[in-house]
């Protein structure tokens, strides 16, 4: 089915299950790029070296 024709309760439902798991630092990745945490470079490394999950 084409995502683009689906209503968006359709849509939804299309997009999260197929999704892998929340990674670990889920809540760091996202407070880091809303701009509420500002990790040292070190957790930045460390943030950047996991799978991107974050993304549909």
């Known amino acids: 089915m084409n ?3 689906m209503d968006e309760e359709s849509f939804v ?3 999260v ?3 892998p ?3 670990a630092n889920y809540e760091k990745i996202i407070a ?3 701009g509420r945490k500002s990790p040292d470079d ?3 490394f ?4 996991g799978p991107n999950n974050c993304a549909a």
């Open 3 to 5: 995502a683009l024709s």
């Open 13 to 15: 439902e299309f997009i």
């Open 17 to 19: 299950s197929e999704m």
């Open 21 to 23: 798991p929340q990674p």
């Open 32 to 34: 880091t790029n809303l």
């Open 42 to 44: 070190e957790e930045a």
């Open 46 to 49: 460390a943030l950047e070296l």
